[in-house]
């Protein structure tokens, strides 16, 4: 047990094998809409949810562990974990670890921070928790764009394999405008055809870094 955790930007292998994960959720109308896309595809993904959007959609979670996809723990508030407490953190992640425990995850759930940012105090906590922090070697910026070409643009660009593709399928409401995930899932509907001409296949973050 150190003082830093382990932080996994993409799988060390050569099969192309590449995961999908998709952060804030769960949406429910956009999650919905991704995991009808995954059940007709034969697809698994991984979810980096938070807690206060566990607690408002069981029925989602329990429809993504019944489907297969992983579940993993993106803290309770999506708070920026930069210069906060240890107890805060340590209270953020434990949290939503016990409600996904209690709608039935099993075995090892992994870490996304918000922001993709962990400091001091975050890294500290999370390797005293044993915690994986599953970072992305390919950041689309998803939640900033309307056409989905440009997302793709930016997955064709990066990916290798062992990738890790970071998605968004809900988000922060800002200024009233609400959350609008369209074009992610636009773009997701493109790359599970695309993706598998060019020799790759889908599987969960832990599916990916256990080879
Ligand atoms: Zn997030």
Redesign the pocket.
Known sequence: MGIIPKIIFKAKIKEKLAALTF??GPHPEFTIELLDIFKENGIKATFFVTGKNIEKYKMIIRRMIAEGHELGN?TYS?KNLIFKKKSMIFEEIERTDKLLRDLGVKGDIFFRP?YGRILFAAAAVLASLNKKVIMWNIPTKDYKENDPDIILKRIYKRIKPGSIIELHDCGVERAGKKIDRQATINAVKILINELPKRGYEFRTVSELIKY
């Open positions: 952060d804030d993106h999506h918000p």
